[in-house]
């Protein structure tokens, strides 16, 4: 019974390393080879793991027979690429039996908390990313400027709405939407001249790149279920991108 419990305990630590690199995006493929890697390395002998972009399944043996099975759940999360490689090496850690099982929740709770940016950070990043996109694809520098500020705005209110759990399809259209107005009223008070030049810094902020990449690798390697999945939702984001700031577009 105390193996039973053992393996249990160490199919949920690797599971929730597992979720983790899932909802920062990491790619299918990588979140069942770390999971059946790391349950191996904490006394597994064999394991079937199968995930999707909603949902992970993790079956494990021990030595003397006993198995385990545990589901998990998974809801959206958002890209973050720095967390992501920190669990990633996280995961080589404790397959190279740097790190005991008893050690994982504290490295976790690390991890959590090292990659939680300020939001003035944030902001700032924002700003620059928009207004320098938006010069690169053309805009004249006070477009671009103007480019920057709808960027902070951008940011405070995707921040504001994750903050109090809108749900992920909904923030994105509504962001889109509410700076798209930004620029329609920069425009019509003179601060800028072109809505498309500054729009577009902005727009590249909210359009799914590495989630389109990463569906169309799951794809190739055989994942089709998780990879259709994330690229019909890459799809209908971009959709709402170009919508929400198209209708912002008509009020001009």
């Known amino acids: 019974m105390e193996d039973g419990k053992n393996l249990d305990a160490h199919i949920s630590l690797a599971m929730d390393i597992g979720m983790q690199m899932l909802v920062c995006g990491a790619q299918i493929s990588r979140v069942e080879d770390s999971i059946g890697r790391i349950c191996k390395a904490l006394g597994a002998v064999e394991t079937h793991v199968f995930s999707v972009t909603s949902g992970i399944i993790v079956t494990a043996f021990d030595s003397k027979g006993n198995s385990a099975t545990q589901l998990r759940r998974i809801h959206s999360g958002s890209l973050d690429l720095t967390r992501l490689a920190k669990l990633n090496q996280l995961s080589r850690d404790i397959c190279a039996n740097r790190i005991t099982d008893a050690e994982i929740p504290s490295q976790l709770e690390k991890i959590n908390a090292e990659t939680d940016r300020p939001l003035w950070e944030m902001t700032l990043v924002y700003a620059l990313i928009s207004g320098s996109l938006s010069i690169f694809f053309g805009a004249p520098w006070l477009d671009g400027l103007c480019a920057a500020c709808t960027g902070v705005i951008l940011c405070l209110l995707e921040h504001w709405m994750k903050k109090h759990n809108f749900d992920h399809v909904f923030t994105v259209f509504l962001v889109s939407l509410l700076t798209g107005l930004c620029n329609v009223a920069l425009v019509k008070l003179g601060l800028g001249q072109r809505f498309d030049a500054i729009s577009i810094g902005n727009i590249m902020l909210l359009i799914p ?37 198209t209708v912002a577009g008509m009020c001009l």
């Open 209 to 245: 790149g590495i989630a389109m990449t990463n569906a169309v690798h799951d794809m190739f390697v055989d994942d089709m279920l998780s990879g259709v999945s994330r690229f019909f939702r890459s799809l209908v984001i971009a959709f709402l991108v170009t919508f929400g700031f």
